[in-house]
C-alpha cells in the first residue's frame, strides 16, 4: 500500500509513504508519523496515526500561496474528510471528478487507486483532519434503507469515486471535540488504539446521522470575508471559555453586526454561537474534572461560571450526570 504527495508548482516531493498490508504493522498495534516541510507551507505540519483498517491524517498549515499537491494512491477507501478552515479543491485524473471543501465542511468520499490534484487556497490557519478507511472495516456500519446509503453502496461496488452526500455538511462542536481527543490523546499501544478506534466510529456515527436526517440541502454560501469572521468568533470562542460576552459584543470585535453574526456563524457550524460556546465549555470541564482532576468550584470559574451551583445545573442538563456524581465514579 503506497500514498505519494508531490508539488506541481515546486517539483519537490512532500511524502512517500509505504503501509504495510491494511495498515496493520506486525511490531505495533498502533503507528505515527510526522511531516513538515517548508517548500509548501510558511509553517505547519502534517501527522498520521495507522492501524488496521484505518489510517488518520492531520494538520495545519500556514500556506503563503495557491499550493498544488499531486496526490496518488494504490488502494481503495472510505475518506471521512473534515475540513476545519480552509478551502481545499480535488480533481481525480482517471475519471476527471471534482471533490470541493469550504471552512467547517464535511462529507464521506469513496475514492479506488487513483491520481488526482489538490489546490489548496492561499492561508493563514489552513487545518485538515481525514479518517481513510478500508471498505472491510467501513462495510458493517453502512446503513441501509436509505436510496442515498445504497447508491453510495453500489458505486463502492463499481468502483466509482463518490461523495455520499451531494452537498458537504457542518462540523458541528461534537464533532470538533471528538477530532480534538484522538489528536490529544496520550494513551499508549493497545489502549490508545482502543480510544482511537472509538472514537473513530463516533465521528462516523455523526456523520451519518446528519447527512440520514438531512433534507434536500441548501448548500448556502457566504461571503469570503463574513466566513472569515465567523471563524474569528469561533476562535474567540474557544480561546475564552472562562468569559461571558454578548452578542454585540462579539459581532463589534469581528467587524460585524449582531444580524449577521446570528445568521452567518448558524450557517457556517450548524448551530448558535452560544450553543456552540457552551458545548465547548461542558466539554472542556469534563475533561478538567476526569484528567485533571480539579475542584468543581476551580472547574466552573475556568469555564465562565461565577455560581458553581449554576455551572453544576447546566453540566446535569448536557452530561445527565452532576459534576459532583462524576468526579465519585473516578
Known amino acids: ?13 512532500f511524502i512517500e509513504n509505504q503501509y504495510p498490508a491494511f495498515f496493520q504493522d506486525e511490531q505495533a498495534e498502533i503507528s505515527e508519523r510526522r511531516h513538515t516541510s517548508s517548500l509548501f507551507f510558511d509553517k505547519g505540519e502534517y501527522s498520521e496515526i495507522y492501524f488496521k483498517g484505518v489510517h488518520i491524517g492531520y494538520g495545519h498549515f500556514a500556506l503563503r500561496q495557491r499550493t498544488l499537491i499531486q496526490f496518488e494512491t494504490d488502494f481503495e477507501t472510505i475518506e471521512m474528510h473534515f475540513s476545519l478552515s480552509g478551502k481545499t479543491t480535488v ?8 471533490f470541493e471543501f469550504g471552512d467547517n465542511q464535511h462529507n464521506i468520499i469513496y475514492v479506488s487507486p487513483f491520481k488526482g490534484q489538490a489546490e489548496w487556497a492561499a492561508s493563514s490557519a489552513m487545518q485538515i483532519f481525514e479518517v481513510n478507511l478500508l471498505p472491510e472495516f467501513f462495510a458493517p456500519y453502512m446503513p441501509g434503507g436509505s436510496q442515498r446509503f445504497l447508491d453510495f453502496e453500489r458505486k463502492i461496488r463499481h468502483h466509482e469515486p463518490s461523495y455520499l452526500s451531494p452537498c458537504n455538511g457542518r462540523i458541528t462542536p461534537q464533532m470538533r471535540w471528538i477530532i480534538h481527543e484522538i489528536i490529544h ?13 472509538s472514537k473513530v466510529i463516533e465521528l462516523l456515527l455523526l456523520q451519518l446521522e446528519q447527512i440520514n436526517d438531512a433534507k434536500r440541502e441548501n448548500c448556502h454560501k457566504l461571503k469570503k470575508s463574513d466566513v472569515d469572521k465567523m471563524h474569528a468568533v469561533k476562535d474567540l470562542l474557544m480561546g475564552n471559555l472562562d468569559c461571558t460576552s454578548s452578542l454585540v459584543q462579539l459581532a463589534h470585535q469581528v467587524g460585524t453586526n449582531e444580524c449577521t453574526l446570528k445568521k452567518g456563524f448558524k450557517e457556517v457550524f450548524g448551530t448558535t454561537v452560544f450553543g456552540f460556546w457552551n458545548e465547548m465549555k461542558m466539554e472542556h470541564a469534563k475533561k478538567l474534572l476526569l484528567e485533571e482532576g480539579l475542584a468543581i468550584s476551580d472547574v466552573s470559574e475556568r469555564v465562565g ?21 462524576l468526579k465519585q465514579k473516578t
Do not use: W
Open 185 to 197: 490523546c496520550n494513551r499508549t499501544g493497545i489502549f490508545k488504539k482502543m480510544f482511537i478506534e
Open 91 to 98: 480533481r481525480t485524473v482517471n475519471e476527471n471528478r471534482l
Open 1 to 13: 500500500m503506497r500514498t505519494r504527495l508531490s508539488s506541481e508548482d515546486v517539483e519537490a516531493l
Open 305 to 325: 461560571y461565577k455560581n458553581p451551583q449554576h455551572f453544576s445545573a447546566a453540566f446535569k442538563r448536557k452530561f445527565g450526570v452532576a459534576p459532583k456524581q
